[in-house]
C-alpha cells in the first residue's frame, strides 16, 4: 500500500491504492481547506507534491484548468482531483 509522507511534520500515513490525496490527508488527521467540499470546484485543496508526482493520476482538464486559473505552481495539485498509486510526499502552505 503507498504511503503518504506529510510535511513539514514528516507524519507518514499508510493507503490503499487509489485513494484520494484529499482523503489521506484527512484521515492523517489534518485539516484541508475547501469550500466545495472536495468537489473539484473551489481550488483550495491544492497540496505541493515534493516527491512521487508519478505515482498519482495525471492531472485531467479540469485540473489543469483550476491550476492555471488561480496561477499555481507547476509542482501543486488539486487533491481532491489526485489519486494516489504510490509513495508521495506533499504538503499545505498551512500545516
Ligand atoms: S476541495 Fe474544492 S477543489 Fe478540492
Redesign the pocket.
Known sequence: MPIVTLLPSGRMIEIPSGTML?DAACRAGLP??????????????VMKIHSGPEKLNAPTEHERK?LARDKRDPAER????VHVYGDCTVSTSYW
Open positions: 484529499f484541508v481547506a475547501s469550500s466545495c467540499s472536495a468537489e473539484a470546484v473551489c481550488g483550495k485543496c483550476l488539486i487533491s481532491c482531483m
